[in-house]
């Protein structure tokens, strides 16, 4: 029997003979992962493992676990430890060295345990930043993406600007990144 997690989808594969000498598959998909997974909603702080040691710093301030994706915000400096409540307290929007769309496995999981805090989120101060999108072809080509507010905190595309590709410097990478590669980019941010 193998296990593969496609999302929140748990899908196992259960292999076995015949006296034929087929081998048959019988997949089987179980929503397992709902039945305990953490609830969290937007401003919700929550520390992500680096990939050697140490933990970074994230807060979600589009997004909750029933959207299953997020907008994080993610600041270091690496804590050697799971950050505590008084860390959260003097991180700004302007400290951030990673902004980006994310998958919740790493939250509903409690692979990026939660951080209670007494801050009060503020939507209007953690806003939906415009992103960038580099285009393989043309050559020097890209686009600006901007995302609408809604309620829900639900991604939701409203224009997509065509530009030079230097416009795009220094903008958040659009796209969904799964938590490893979110925990992969805070490594190399975040490496001594």
Known sequence: ?????????????YLFSINSGNTIINIRMEDDLNQKHI?????????VPLRKDGYALGIIVRGSYKTKVGLGYFFGPKYSEIPESKDTLEKHREDAILIGW?????????????IQSTRTFNREE??????????PLPIGKGIIVEFGENIEGIRQTIREIPVDEEKIIGLPEDGISMGGAIE???TNLLSD
Request: hydrophobic content about 50%; overall charge positive; charged content about 20%.
């Open 1 to 13: 029997m193998r296990a593969h997690i496609f999302g929140r989808l748990l899908i196992i594969f």
């Open 39 to 47: 609830r969290y909603s937007e401003g919700q702080w929550f520390a």
């Open 184 to 186: 992969i980019q805070l």
């Open 102 to 114: 994310f998958g919740d496995l790493g939250i509903i999981t409690g692979r990026w345990p939660l």
């Open 126 to 135: 953690w806003p939906i930043p415009k992103f960038g999108k580099k285009f």
